[in-house]
């Protein structure tokens, strides 16, 4: 296979699959849709993104703690955050071939209008109105119905416990506020985030790791006192970003605005200066993980669509092959959610100041699909360079770190296999000896490689050795005692 450009997702899945980030789940049992097993380069790159997180949002500040909570939860959970009432999707299924179809997806295709939060008998004469079909076989479509998204389980052999695998990490954030409150010593105003594993049995899972139906999230839940929602001690830096606002999605032609990440709050489109930092701050991330700006930008939810619990969000948007669509959320859930399960589980979450209890609101919440952050990443590094494909990682994400080469096997392994040893120490090293340089440097180029080491005859006399540098094919003779600093350097 010969991909010289990237033009559909479907060629980043088969892109993905010959150099090792991404399989296809069960795929030699004919595969199961929605899931999906990264290989060893997309692991790599996969925990460098998580780690990326905890340094930008934990590491570097002093106001943020990491937990990693359960992923089966008890229903009760569920109940408290409206999962069990309202996380579902309307399907219909074509009368003549039973294709299965989620609506407001097929609605948005076929007539390009935004229908997301519509009730399902708006979806339903929508259907009606504009006589939409199969997209198979144009078949009729039957009289769309619910389908609930949480993967239930059961846990225990008698009795079992009713129980969900989580649709969202959040929900342990708010389960432990009080835990986390009690252990840690955090002061509001204070965030918690979490990384892990979230499910949703997806009607329709589609463009690749997109939308999945095991899938990760990077959440934070930002909480602040509900009396001091205008003390704010940060900066929201003096930057402009184009943002799709909820009036002009109504337009029959919405236009692009140019907005300061500050006036999103002076200009009333979010509640507090915290919102607007916090959303500068999850695109900042996205800048530090090389992603370039010129490809994101951001959507507000109309109020048709915004959650049961958001009073404000947006959603920071990539310009994937398939279009702009929703990279990552950030939503105002103010007291909604530490409110309901004070209600269902009767315990006291709130937060004592000093003189009275009060329940924090969560001003903001940047919350990140892992996957879709690794296709961004991966497709704005994606480049074609005259006649190779170069992967242009940031280095810090690169999943190969550097490559040692013997020029010619048998006369150099010995002493290239010496400084393989002294660079994994290091980094993460590869090692290759078989084929030709030129196509041992063009795999690297496709694995992101940032540095090729190559020793040759003149190595062993002089211990030194050739880098070649990824993005500009430049090539230098560096000593051995020298080569870790240069690459630190
Ligand atoms: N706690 C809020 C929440 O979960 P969401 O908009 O439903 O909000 C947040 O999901 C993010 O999780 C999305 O912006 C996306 O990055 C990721 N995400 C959601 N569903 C996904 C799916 N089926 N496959 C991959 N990522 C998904």
């Not at 909570?69 to 569920?78: C, K, L, Q, Y």
């Not at 916090?278 to 951001?298: A, C, D, P, T």
């Not at 009275?356 to 961004?376: D, T």
Request: with cysteine; proline share 4%.
């Amino acid at each position: 296979m010969d991909i010289k450009e990237i033009k559909s997702i479907e060629d980043v899945a088969a892109f993905c699959k010959r150099k090792g980030f991404v399989f296809q789940g069960s795929e030699i049992y004919g595969g199961l849709a929605g899931f999906w097993d990264y290989g060893p380069l997309g692991t790599v790159l996969k925990n460098k993104i998580k780690q990326h997180w905890i340094k930008y949002f934990v590491q570097k500040r002093d106001d943020m703690v990491l937990i990693d909570g359960a992923i089966i939860t008890r229903e009760d959970v569920w109940k408290a955050s409206g999962h069990v009432d309202s996380f579902k999707d309307a399907f219909s299924t074509c009368t003549k071939c039973k294709k299965v179809i989620r609506v407001d997806h097929l609605i948005e295709d076929q007539l390009k209008i935004p229908v997301e939060g519509l009730p399902i008998k708006e979806l339903s004469n929508i259907i009606k109105k504009h006589k939409l079909v199969c997209t198979k076989c144009k078949g009729k479509l039957a009289e769309p119905k619910y389908f609930g998204l949480m993967f239930d389980v059961q846990v225990g052999p008698t009795n079992p416990t009713k129980a969900y695998l989580r649709p969202e990490t959040c929900q342990t954030i708010f389960t432990n506020f009080k835990n986390v409150v009690n252990s840690s010593r955090v002061k509001l105003p204070f965030g918690i985030t979490q990384i892990g594993k979230a499910f949703r049995n997806e009607i329709a899972p589609r463009d690749f790791l997109f939308r999945a139906r095991e899938f990760e999230q990077l959440e934070i839940e930002y909480f602040v006192h509900p009396d001091k929602l205008s003390e704010f001690p940060y900066k929201i830096p003096n930057k402009s970003v184009n943002v799709l606002t909820a009036k002009e999605q109504i337009k029959k032609k919405p236009k692009l605005q140019k907005f300061k990440f500050k006036e999103l709050f002076s200009k009333n489109l979010v509640k507090t200066k915290w919102h607007a930092y916090w959303i500068y701050q999850h695109y900042n991330w996205f800048l530090e993980l090389g992603v370039s700006e010129k490809k994101l930008r951001f959507r507000e939810h109309r109020p048709d669509e915004l959650s049961h619990y958001s009073s404000a969000t947006f959603d920071i948007e990539y310009e994937f092959p398939f279009g702009w669509k929703e990279l990552g959320g950030n939503a105002d859930r103010s007291q909604f959610d530490l409110s309901q399960h004070i209600k269902f589980s009767k315990e006291d979450l709130t937060y004592f100041d000093g003189e009275k209890k009060v329940v924090p609101a969560v001003v903001a919440e940047p919350s990140q699909g892992v996957s879709r952050a690794f296709l961004a990443v991966l497709l704005d590094a994606f480049k074609v360079d005259k006649d190779r494909i170069v992967l242009k990682f940031k280095q810090e994400l690169a999943p190969i770190e550097v490559a040692v080469f013997p020029l010619v096997k048998k006369q150099h392994r010995e002493l290239a296999r010496e400084v393989y040893e002294m660079l994994r120490e290091e980094s993460l090293a590869f090692y290759d000896e078989t084929g030709s340089i030129g196509k041992r440097y063009r795999r690297m180029d496709e694995s992101g490689c940032p540095y090729c080491v190559t020793i040759d005859h003149d190595s062993i006399k002089k211990k030194d050795v050739t880098i070649r540098e990824r993005d500009s094919m430049k090539q230098k003779r560096v000593k051995i005692k020298d080569l870790v600093e240069y690459l630190k350097d």
